[in-house]
């Protein structure tokens, strides 16, 4: 199984930006817990893969697109717990595309099994998963973005170990936002006087679903895994001044976030912002590098 490892370190920027900024800034490197589980994935598998050793499951079954960071992160985990994985991807079969997401799944052992855009959004109806069940068997189920209550109690551990790292409590804490299931860990543990900020990486995100959280929604450059140049050039600058390499859909914009509302004067003067960095570099895009 995932062993349980130390707390991810905290660690500070003091000059990570384009501009200064008038509050401290630092940054909780999740993306080190591990070399392909990383970030929150990992959180919010621990507690999954630890409930379907103990309903004694020997396969796990989830969902995601083509690039998807949670389809990249189930395989590498199954592989390691000695799970067998099934990945159900959206869309049409990839096999001869160079796509190094499913490259790496099928490294690791994953079955994909690809489907229509139209079965996709039916997944969850009962008739398709009979179907499932009657071509794969018994398994474990994840859903896409692995955000359930058990990924919940997971990503709920954040705050916690941030508090033990510093000598004094943080006013903001933030996190870029997909499934809503890191957030929704962070609202779960925040204690009185720390504000959650979530900032969105899709278009069309509906905040009110986390009242204890304030969304933001307009830095998603787009939608989903789109990018513009002046993200990437914000990103290459933060590289070079930090040597904290990110990736354009989900840290990269927070990030961006956060430089843009210091500019506007959002947070109070000196005030300390704790950033969790979600991993999945693996999506990173090669115009980073070039």
């Known amino acids: 199984m995932l062993e349980k490892t130390q ?8 000059n990570p930006f384009p501009e200064p900024v008038p509050y401290r800034l630092f940054l909780k490197r999740d993306d ?3 070399p392909q589980i990383s970030g929150n994935k990992w959180r919010k598998l621990y507690y999954n893969l630890l409930e379907a050793k103990r309903l004694g499951y020997h396969s796990l079954l989830t969902y995601g697109g083509a690039y998807s960071n949670h389809l990249y992160a189930v395989a590498a985990a199954g592989q390691e717990c000695g799970f067998s994985t099934i990945g159900v991807v959206r869309g049409e079969d990839h096999r001869d595309r160079d796509n190094p997401t499913l490259v790496f799944a099928r ?3 994953m079955h994909l099994h690809f489907i229509t855009r139209q079965q996709y959004r039916n997944r969850t109806d009962a008739v398709f998963q009979n179907e499932l069940r009657e071509r794969f068997g018994g398994f474990y189920e994840l859903p896409e973005g692995g ?7 997971g990503t709920a551990e954040i705050i916690p170990e941030i508090l033990q790292q510093v000598d004094q409590q943080p006013d903001f804490i933030c996190c870029a936002v997909g499934t809503g299931g890191t957030l929704a860990g962070l609202e779960r543990s925040a204690p009185d006087g720390l504000t ?6 899709l278009k069309g995100f509906l905040p009110d679903a986390h009242p204890r959280a304030e969304v933001l929604t307009e830095y998603h450059f787009g939608g989903y895994a789109k990018t513009t140049p002046e993200l990437l050039a914000f990103i290459r600058s933060f590289e070079q001044k930090t040597g904290v390499r990110l990736e354009q859909v ?4 927070m990030l961006y976030g956060l430089y843009d509302l210091g500019r506007k004067g959002f947070f109070p003067p000196e005030s300390t912002v704790v950033a969790i960095h979600t991993g999945g570099l ?3 895009s090669p115009a980073l590098d070039g």
């Open 250 to 253: 989900y840290t990269g914009k």
């Open 196 to 201: 959650v900020l979530g900032f969105s990486a």
């Open 7 to 14: 707390p991810s370190r905290l660690q500070f920027l003091p």
């Open 107 to 109: 490294s690791q052992g």
């Open 147 to 153: 955000t359930n209550e058990l990924a919940i109690r």
């Open 32 to 34: 080190e817990l591990h």
């Open 282 to 284: 693996q999506g990173r």
